[in-house]
Nanobody, 126 residues
Framework: QVQLVESGGGLVQAGGSLRLSCAAS????????TGWFRQAPGKQREFVAA????????YYADSVKGRFTISRDNAKNTVYLQINSLKPEDTAVYYC???????????????????WGQGTQVMVSS
């Protein structure tokens, strides 16, 4: 069993930065691919970024490439999402998720992840 807790969200002005953290419990988290998703009001949950269990491979949605950076520290059981050059359209609840089934390819769709955090709100003012 893995529990995920996100933190680091908040209200920022456009152009600002935030670093989101996803702290995990459970010794096996370091062997799980991990992803970040976001959901804006009235919209479906969408993929943002993902990282392989080793940290050696990262994937990003086109809308965030060059602005967001995903990383992980397996010694701390934590995955990070550095968000730069924030835009009002980045406003959403951000969720981290873990893939315990260890797919060969790092998943980018919500249904392939089986552990989810409660989310952290990011609001960007223009």
């Amino acid at each position: 069993q893995v529990q995920l807790v996100e933190s680091g969200g908040g209200l920022v002005q456009a152009g600002g930065s935030l670093r989101l953290s996803c702290a995990a419990s459970g010794r096996t988290f370091s062997s799980y691919h991990t992803g970040w998703f976001r959901q804006a009001p009235g919209k479906q949950r969408e993929f943002v970024a993902a990282i392989s269990w080793s940290g050696g491979n990262t994937y990003y949605a086109d809308s965030v490439k060059g602005r967001f950076t995903i990383s992980r520290d397996n010694a701390k059981n934590t995955v990070y999402l550095q968000i730069n050059s924030l835009k009002p359209e980045d406003t959403a609840v951000y969720y981290c998720a873990a893939d315990s089934k260890i797919h060969i390819l790092v998943p980018t769709t919500p249904r392939e992840y089986d552990y989810w955090g409660q989310g952290t709100q990011v609001m960007v003012s223009s």
